[in-house]
């Protein structure tokens, strides 16, 4: 059987599938080891889920450190316990009058960066345990708030109880928060009727595979072709390619310094940030040029090593 590269894929998310059921059926399909995925999507949502295969479940936190964009619809007026349509209701009021300008200003309210505590019902760990499992028990954990950072928050529609918006945010932000809070601002309780992740930075969800065509026929054939290989799973990290020595070195857990790297075609400078290191066009590991001092001194750490088998050739 033909080897299956490694890399990243992305898939279009149906509503009411789990990520982790995602992340089997792909497993199943290209039969390999380690298959993950890059930011989890609730059951209900859908959209953009990056699925990461083989080495690449290495790549998770540099892609998870990327913005994020969705497209969400808040029900006014009808507020449940996980925050959106799949929970039980805890309380319902009249919706007042409210003029989209009037949604508009209070939707200012949000961008920037602010502290966010997680949803009861989320991934977050509390005490070993995920908070989601604890608050199906009845227990309420005292989860920890979290900075986090709305670029923009659009108002697209909104008439009645209900209310469409487009947020673009920070990693780590839950939407169902989100909108709860806006809720409030409005003197009312509300829920996620619906959620589509569009983005995350710089994957787009219309170059995405659907998830119902994991079921298709030929599904084997489409996903490995639509595998984006390692090298180009990070096209915002600035690259080099280093020669054979120099890549084994690295392997080898040998760290490199600036000015061996800059010998490479780029003039680096301490507080470069992360650094892609390819080696006959693979990525062979990802290092970090940061400043050691406040008077421009600086140092490479190695944060992540890709072996390749062309490095030994």
Known sequence: MDEVKDGILLIDKEPGEHSSGVVRKVKRLLKVKKVGHAGTLDPFASGLLIILVGKATCLSRFILAGSKLYRATLCLGVATDTLDLTGKVVRTIPVPRLEPATVEEKAKKFVGETWQIPPAFSAVKFRGKRAY?????????????????????????????????????SAGTYIRTLAADLAGELSSVGHLSSLRRIECTPFHVKNGINSRDLAASGAREKLKGAIIPMAHALPDMPAIEINKDLALSLRHGITPSIEELSLFGRDLVPGDGYLKILSHGNLTSIVRIYETDGYGKGKVSIERVFPSNNDAN
Not at 140 to 150: A, C, G, K, N, Y
């Open 133 to 169: 499992s604890l608050a199906r028990m009845g227990i309420t954990p005292e989860l920890q708030p979290r900075m986090i950072r709305v670029y923009s928050l659009k108002v697209l529609y909104s008439v009645g109880p209900v209310i469409e918006m487009e947020i673009k945010c």
